[in-house]
DNA sequence: AGCTTAGAGTTCACTAGTTGGACATAGTCG
DNA sequence: CGACTATGTCCAACTAGTGAACTCTAAGCT
């Protein structure tokens, strides 16, 4: 950065371009470092040594039963990375380092109507815990990743009018935790972090464009447009929710009438249920009653998938993603849902567009967004290209 | 390209970085070359005496009444693109150089059934008119961008299926030009050369993510992302025509009922003016009897705007776009039709997008389309980010 | 007019950093 | 056990950017 077109500027790309190479493939000998980063041997030996100097990596003398290899990979305890999930009802906190592996994960129920104070407070509290559980340097720690379940100004960092979490509105949360922490925070609303997560560890492997839709008490999409997500120019992109779909449709929290949300979220559908299943049902209460046969929770969840169908095949003609992946409560309902939403997709879209898009489930639950945090703590950090291709498989955290 | 991280690659980095500098101000003095790049005066001192022997830059002894400050501009005949652009009626060919100047435009009525064949030999025809007019000499001749009026197969070049040009289906138009001038062709549909047209030299100056939209026969959107067109993943984004606004609207041409062009494209709308306004109506037609006072008129490119408007509302709450620009033959109505469009967006739109959304009309006409083509053989040529920031204005061209 | 001044561009010695080739090393294969 | 082969390291050569010194020109001042 500091000098633009110094040959200094050169060392430090290749520098990059080596460390992103094991990362991508794990570990890597020197031979095969120089093959794919297209340095030459010579390079490679030296920058291997400064970077084994500066302990970001480790050489570990022998792996295969080869001639002679050394294999390098990152050091495990080059740097860690935190990332924090406050959902609409608990806040997640997930630990990892700079291979891409989660050491430690935790979640913990958190009170809605809990003051933003409050809320810090227990987060603090469980990364504290987890960086002693885990045994970490506290002075490794690159960053942390969090994530807010609201609309966020990222470039000013403070959180939108959201009402769901109320006591919150004008906060600085990265601000406020970098405060506690001691360390750079970087924050995303769940959706985006979300679809980050699918990306890196889930159902968007290997994909660079992605749109990822969470479905929840509201619904909203985070979008991934090569590789990198896309909030556009003012913040606000991936707003699905907010489509509308039936001009004449009910009024939404928003102000307009027939918005996806008012077809699709919790707070909308619920009710339909209460004459008949009570009032105490949640959204995963409909998802599990839905998979063990009952009919008018079979129907409500088919009934949204159309909705949320429709939406996707207008999202699908604007932007042609290549992946749509579900998020949310409502992914546990699997086929339930996902048959009515490519059909609803088939229905709408353009032929074209829709014939290669893919619908999946997403494969990591309520983590998707801590993880995704992660990943954001990991991409804001350094190497900033890491969501190049295939990643390394994710470690089975405990919790 | 050829190696990756070494110094040759730096020098070559280093190059186009003071190309793009010149290019990007029009003309500046070595030292503010090194001021603007950061690189040292030494090093700008070598890389201009390099470009000059290389033909590229041009070195004018004095400019400015100051010490002693040779300026530095792009050598006007240091290289030379073309732009050729099918439309649904006409033919249009620019040529423009390095320095983001058109140096001659033309464009000519053609047929629409004529054979791609003949298509190819007029554009072949007309392109050499117009460099035989100029006098560039043809070797200079650095790239070609085509606009074909139909969804198009970037990787493979192949021209879809499109009822506009009925015999050009599965042809390769790019390949056949190639062929034809002997000089790379880039190809492109007009909806993304239209945007980048405007991009570069119209609405769209100065800003980074842009959603075009074209109405003529069919309704079109291209995407600017991060200042570069946006195609997604199967080469299809940007299909706003196809959204569905009435599940039990009229039936489109593309299979599904009530999508936006059914109530916004020249082919379902100018019917609805038939029996009041005879059978000879064209879309321009429409418009200039709206302009004069016509309430009929009036009335329906109204209604065409709120339509347009709710398209581009779902547009905004999914991408976030901060300009909207209207093309094609419906933005001579101006006021009559952007009204009613802003007036759906609010509408429609979350008001956090909606905010800070400007909706304005394509400053460029019929010759976006060309002009696009021209920045995308520009682009694609070398210096690939092109289209950094502001750029020099546009000299009046003939014709 | 003559002197000073200040910024522009160039030259030169120096340094950072990559590369190809030579060389040592340590495994496998015959 | 020796030939072979791929790995990693070392060294000399080379490329390219930089700071400092230097020259040059025109403006400003006396």
Not at 299 to 318: E, F, K, P, T, Y
Not at 357 to 364: H, K, T
Not at 385 to 395: H, I, N, Q, R
Request: proline share 4%; with cysteine; net charge negative.
């Amino acid at each position: 950065m500091e000098t633009p077109g110094s040959q200094s500027s050169l060392h430090r790309a290749n520098l990059e371009r080596v460390v992103r190479a094991v990362r991508l493939a794990g570990s890597l000998t020197q031979a095969e470092i120089a093959r794919t980063t297209g340095l030459s041997a010579a390079t490679v030996s030296n920058i291997v040594r400064e970077l084994k100097d500066g302990g970001t990596v480790e050489v570990t003398p022998t792996s295969a039963g080869g001639r002679r290899a050394r294999s390098v990979s990152l050091s495990g305890d080059a740097g860690i990375v935190i990332g924090v999930d406050f959902g609409h009802t608990h806040l997640r906190v997930a630990i990892g380092n700079l291979a891409h592996q989660v050491l430690a994960e935790e979640s913990e129920p958190l009170d809605v109507d809990a003051s933003s104070a409050q809320g810090f407070d227990r987060a603090e509290e469980l990364v504290n815990r987890l960086i002693v559980a885990t045994g970490v340097d506290r002075s490794k720690i690159a960053g942390v990743g969090l994530g807010v379940p609201g609309p966020i100004d990222v470039e000013s960092g403070t959180l939108g009018s959201t009402a769901i979490l109320p006591g919150w509105t004008g906060t600085r949360p990265a601000e406020e935790l970098r405060g506690r922490l001691g360390v750079p925070v970087h924050v995303d609303n769940d959706a985006n972090l979300g679809a980050l997560g699918e990306l890196v560890w889930g159902s968007g492997r290997g994909v660079k464009d992605l749109a990822y839709i969470k479905v929840a008490s509201g619904v909203g999409a985070g979008l991934v447009i090569n590789g990198k997500i896309y909030r556009g120019p003012g913040g606000t992109a991936g707003e699905i929710g907010h489509i509308t779909l039936d001009e004449s449709g009910p009024v939404c929290r928003c102000g307009n009438r027939g918005c996806l949300e008012t077809f699709a979220a919790a707070r909308y559908v619920l009710p339909l249920l209460q004459s008949s299943h009570g009032t105490d049902l949640t959204m995963e209460g409909v998802v599990r009653l839905g998979r063990d046969g009952d009919p008018g929770c079979r129907r409500v969840i088919a009934d949204v998938g159309r909705h949320i169908g429709s939406g996707v095949a207008n999202l699908c003609n604007l932007l042609n993603p290549s992946r749509v992946v579900l998020g949310g409560d409502l992914a546990e309902a699997g086929e339930l849902v996902l048959g009515p939403i490519r059909e609803s997709v088939g229905r709408y879209a353009i032929p074209s567009a829709a014939r290669q898009l893919s619908v999946l489930p997403g494969a990591l639950g309520g983590r998707a967004e801590v993880l995704g945090a992660l990943a954001l703590a990991l991409s804001e950090m350094g190497d900033s290209t890491l969501l190049d291709g295939t990643l390394t498989a994710v470690t089975p955290a405990f919790t």
